[in-house]
């Protein structure tokens, strides 16, 4: 008999295939999921080699990196030579007979958006995919993580990828957020206490009072984050909520009665090689100031002394009140912060009021045409219409800079995204990241501002 | 894989935190969906003074004479953070860059660093600050860097280790476990079968 476990560590266990004589593991992968941006290299990359995807019907591909989010799109997109990327992918997954969601497919959307969406990873899964934000899907209670593209094909090819034990953590949140704070302003505060580098050989497991009041999709947006810190992975052991959430979508199974599912969870008195607590009732919404989502202050707060390059590239000093600083532009999307709820959000602060003359650009970007569908089915749209906001298609758009279309130059934005590094949103623009609640309030101040004193 | 036993060069400092791999090739630099024609792009955001124009900057390590043909890199912490681009290992390779130095590196970044050949080290930031331009000996069979009279060891997995030395090939040498596999995924179909959908018609 095995004593109390951690919930990462019978993830781990039960998937664990073979040791390899150098004492690394193999372990199973039960789903890969693609995207244009790295698919077709590892899809093109293994035809080359001559060897198939090893089991087409558990690997899925969508469109979202460079697929165009203007109304009307085809495989046309601003970004030069992006189309090749949406027709080399298509042809690949078609040819490697896995499942493709395609650029005017109604289930299409950001991957870490649409696959808890369609119930494609679920609880005690192992997921990976070439994309850093995997992690995100770890807020359902599976073991996903980002890989490179030849870890991908590894995957594809044999079924299992070889890796090294990570350390587990627990993050524990205590308390209850306050009226205005959200997931996101939890992954920023850790961030900001624990740094960009204080993950890094863990598998982070999120738990406490203030993680189990959050619904699914605020879990996502705090697993998320977990790559800005550096660790492999966040995961969030499922409970009532996620088996609710999951209930009925088109790939999860037809009932979650099995005794497995009530399985997964850590053990009482299983412990960690590490432990981190914050107390979530101390918490005030977050905003980014410099290049690293690390450099993250509470929105009533003063810019703090970094890094000599963070100062100059944003162009704040030291001593600075955040608040007030003056933006050009607002971003809400991503596979941070584009579900219905942090639409709903935002679309209250928004709904009725008008955007300030000093925003060039303002942008929603559903993470997925469900989302989008959902959203315009409440009116969402119009809201954000009325307010002065552009309403999308779904994809990653700008959370990202491909080259193509992108902001004025020299724009200061504020984003609901999850990365704020230099040039990130495109050469030269200084990206604040902060919650969808705290992006629509300082579109409508023109600056950045307080969510808590707009809300009503 | 290219194997990776010994190397001595001189070392070019980054030593800047939190490099992140849009910046070491941004996305609107990987212009096709393969694995070359990068190395123009490394770095663009601050090795060209106008990347459109391709201007170069002179005060960038990389632009300096000296560090012309010379394949180590020194880095500040965390390096290779941010979105999970093998490109960025790719450019790296391609500029010339076989051995990246740092206090610690993203996971993502260190595991496509392994799987291409690339050796990360992590030393701690007092020893890499004595490198800048200096020449330094990599032995990745002793697991050491030599620099001057200092002599540091590093830490790395035996199986990464053993993968670099011989430029073994890890799908290769997984598919010969393939009966193991099938063995597992047999008994793991019976424990959880909604772990396998039927497949697509
Ligand atoms: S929305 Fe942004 S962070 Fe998420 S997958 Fe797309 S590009 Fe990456």
């Given at each position: 008999m095995t004593g109390p476990r951690t919930f990462f560590a019978k993830i781990w266990d039960a998937h664990h295939v073979a040791d390899t004589?150098?004492?690394?593991?193999?372990?199973?992968?039960?789903?890969?999921?693609?995207?244009?941006?790295?698919?077709?290299?590892?899809?093109?990359?293994?035809?080359?080699a001559g060897r198939p995807v090893h089991d087409p019907a558990r690997v899925f591909a969508v469109m979202d990196h460079i697929v165009d989010t203007r109304p009307g799109r085809g495989d046309q997109t601003l970004m030069p030579g992006g189309q090749a990327f949406i027709t080399e992918t298509r042809e690949a997954a078609l040819a490697a007979g896995i499942t493709l969601f395609d650029v005017t497919d109604p289930d299409q959307g950001i991957t870490h958006v649409i696959s808890p969406e369609l119930g494609i990873v679920l609880p005690g899964l192992t997921l990976v995919a070439p994309d850093s934000h995997t992690c995100t899907q770890g807020a359902l209670g599976a073991l996903a993580w980002g890989i490179g593209s030849s870890e991908a094909e590894h995957a594809m090819a044999t079924g299992v990828l070889r890796l090294g034990r990570p350390q587990s953590m627990r993050v524990t949140f205590t308390g209850q957020l306050a009226p205005g704070v959200t997931a996101k302003d939890m992954a920023l505060a850790l961030l900001?206490?624990?740094?960009?580098?204080?993950?890094?050989?863990?598998?982070?497991?999120?738990?406490?009072?203030?993680?189990?009041?959050?619904?699914?999709?605020?879990?996502?947006?705090?697993?998320?984050?977990?790559?800005?810190?550096?660790?492999?992975?966040g995961i969030i052991a499922p409970d009532e909520r996620t088996y609710a959430y999951l209930a009925g979508r088109r790939h999860a199974p037809p009932a979650f009665d099995h005794p497995h599912w009530q399985s997964l969870h850590t053990d009482h008195g299983a412990t960690f090689d590490r432990e981190i607590v914050i107390d979530a009732g101390a918490l005030a919404p977050m905003v980014t100031w410099g290049t690293s989502p690390e450099h993250a202050v509470a929105v009533d707060g003063t810019v703090p002394q970094g890094p000599q390059r963070a100062h100059e590239y944003t162009g704040l000093a030291a001593g600075t009140p955040i608040k007030g600083t003056p933006i050009d532009a607002a971003f809400i999307g991503s596979c941070t912060n584009a579900r219905l709820s942090d639409l709903r959000r935002a679309a209250r602060l928004l709904k009725g009021r008008r955007i300030s003359p000093a925003i060039r650009k303002a942008l929603v970007v559903p993470g997925s045409m469900a989302v989008r569908r959902a959203a315009e089915a409440e009116g969402l749209d119009k809201v954000f219409a009325d307010a002065g906001f552009e309403w999308r298609e779904s994809g990653c758009s700008l959370c990202f800079y491909a080259g193509g279309e992108g902001f004025a130059p020299g724009s200061r934005t504020i984003s609901s995204t999850n990365r704020n590094f230099e040039g990130r949103q495109g050469p030269g623009i200084r990206t604040h990241i902060a919650s969808p609640e705290t992006v629509a309030a300082s579109a409508l101040a023109g600056a950045i501002a307080d969510p808590r004193e707009m809300m009503r | 894989?290219?194997?990776?036993?010994?190397?001595?060069?001189?070392?070019?400092?980054?030593?800047?935190?939190?490099?992140?791999?849009?910046?070491?090739?941004?996305?609107?630099?990987?212009?096709?969906?393969?694995?070359?024609?990068?190395?123009?792009?490394?770095?663009?955001?601050?090795?060209?003074?106008?990347?459109?124009?391709?201007?170069?900057?002179?005060?960038?390590?990389?632009?300096?004479?000296?560090?012309?043909?010379?394949?180590?890199?020194?880095?500040g912490a965390n390096f290779g953070c941010g979105s999970s681009r093998e490109h960025a290992v790719w450019a790296l390779m391609e500029w010339g860059i076989a051995c990246v130095i740092a206090p610690g590196f993203a996971p993502i970044f260190q595991a496509n660093a392994l799987r291409n050949g690339?050796?990360?080290?992590?030393?701690?930031?007092?020893?890499?600050?004595?490198?800048?331009?200096?020449?330094?000996?990599i032995d990745l069979p002793a697991q050491?860097?030599?620099?001057?009279?200092?002599?540091?060891?590093?830490?790395?997995?035996?199986?990464?280790?053993?993968?670099?030395?011989?430029?073994?090939?890890?799908?290769?040498?997984?598919?010969?476990?393939?009966?193991?596999?099938?063995?597992?995924?047999?008994?793991?179909?019976?424990?959880?079968?909604?772990?396998?959908?039927?497949?697509?018609?």
């Amino acid at each position: 008999m095995t004593g109390p476990r951690t919930f990462f560590a019978k993830i781990w266990d039960a998937h664990h295939v073979a040791d390899t004589a150098a004492g690394a593991a193999l372990i199973a992968i039960d789903r890969v999921f693609l995207h244009e941006r790295t698919g077709a290299a590892a899809l093109k990359a293994m035809a080359a080699a001559g060897r198939p995807v090893h089991d087409p019907a558990r690997v899925f591909a969508v469109m979202d990196h460079i697929v165009d989010t203007r109304p009307g799109r085809g495989d046309q997109t601003l970004m030069p030579g992006g189309q090749a990327f949406i027709t080399e992918t298509r042809e690949a997954a078609l040819a490697a007979g896995i499942t493709l969601f395609d650029v005017t497919d109604p289930d299409q959307g950001i991957t870490h958006v649409i696959s808890p969406e369609l119930g494609i990873v679920l609880p005690g899964l192992t997921l990976v995919a070439p994309d850093s934000h995997t992690c995100t899907q770890g807020a359902l209670g599976a073991l996903a993580w980002g890989i490179g593209s030849s870890e991908a094909e590894h995957a594809m090819a044999t079924g299992v990828l070889r890796l090294g034990r990570p350390q587990s953590m627990r993050v524990t949140f205590t308390g209850q957020l306050a009226p205005g704070v959200t997931a996101k302003d939890m992954a920023l505060a850790l961030l900001a206490t624990h740094g960009a580098g204080g993950g890094a050989g863990h598998v982070v497991e999120f738990a406490g009072e203030a993680v189990r009041a959050l619904d699914i999709e605020s879990r996502m947006t705090l697993c998320n984050m977990a790559t800005e810190f550096a660790a492999m992975t966040g995961i969030i052991a499922p409970d009532e909520r996620t088996y609710a959430y999951l209930a009925g979508r088109r790939h999860a199974p037809p009932a979650f009665d099995h005794p497995h599912w009530q399985s997964l969870h850590t053990d009482h008195g299983a412990t960690f090689d590490r432990e981190i607590v914050i107390d979530a009732g101390a918490l005030a919404p977050m905003v980014t100031w410099g290049t690293s989502p690390e450099h993250a202050v509470a929105v009533d707060g003063t810019v703090p002394q970094g890094p000599q390059r963070a100062h100059e590239y944003t162009g704040l000093a030291a001593g600075t009140p955040i608040k007030g600083t003056p933006i050009d532009a607002a971003f809400i999307g991503s596979c941070t912060n584009a579900r219905l709820s942090d639409l709903r959000r935002a679309a209250r602060l928004l709904k009725g009021r008008r955007i300030s003359p000093a925003i060039r650009k303002a942008l929603v970007v559903p993470g997925s045409m469900a989302v989008r569908r959902a959203a315009e089915a409440e009116g969402l749209d119009k809201v954000f219409a009325d307010a002065g906001f552009e309403w999308r298609e779904s994809g990653c758009s700008l959370c990202f800079y491909a080259g193509g279309e992108g902001f004025a130059p020299g724009s200061r934005t504020i984003s609901s995204t999850n990365r704020n590094f230099e040039g990130r949103q495109g050469p030269g623009i200084r990206t604040h990241i902060a919650s969808p609640e705290t992006v629509a309030a300082s579109a409508l101040a023109g600056a950045i501002a307080d969510p808590r004193e707009m809300m009503r | 894989m290219k194997r990776f036993t010994t190397l001595t060069s001189r070392a070019i400092p980054l030593l800047r935190d939190n490099i992140d791999t849009d910046t070491v090739i941004p996305s609107r630099e990987m212009k096709s969906t393969g694995r070359t024609g990068l190395a123009d792009g490394l770095f663009a955001p601050w090795r060209y003074a106008d990347a459109a124009a391709r201007t170069p900057d002179p005060a960038f390590p990389l632009n300096q004479p000296e560090a012309a043909g010379q394949r180590i890199l020194l880095a500040g912490a965390n390096f290779g953070c941010g979105s999970s681009r093998e490109h960025a290992v790719w450019a790296l390779m391609e500029w010339g860059i076989a051995c990246v130095i740092a206090p610690g590196f993203a996971p993502i970044f260190q595991a496509n660093a392994l799987r291409n050949g690339l050796l990360p080290v992590v030393l701690p930031a007092p020893a890499i600050a004595a490198m800048p331009w200096a020449d330094v000996t990599i032995d990745l069979p002793a697991q050491t860097v030599a620099c001057g009279q200092s002599v540091h060891p590093f830490a790395i997995a035996p199986e990464p280790k053993e993968m670099l030395l011989e430029g073994l090939d890890a799908i290769d040498l997984t598919l010969k476990a393939r009966p193991q596999i099938d063995a597992w995924t047999a008994r793991d179909r019976a424990l959880r079968p909604w772990v396998y959908p039927e497949q697509q018609p």
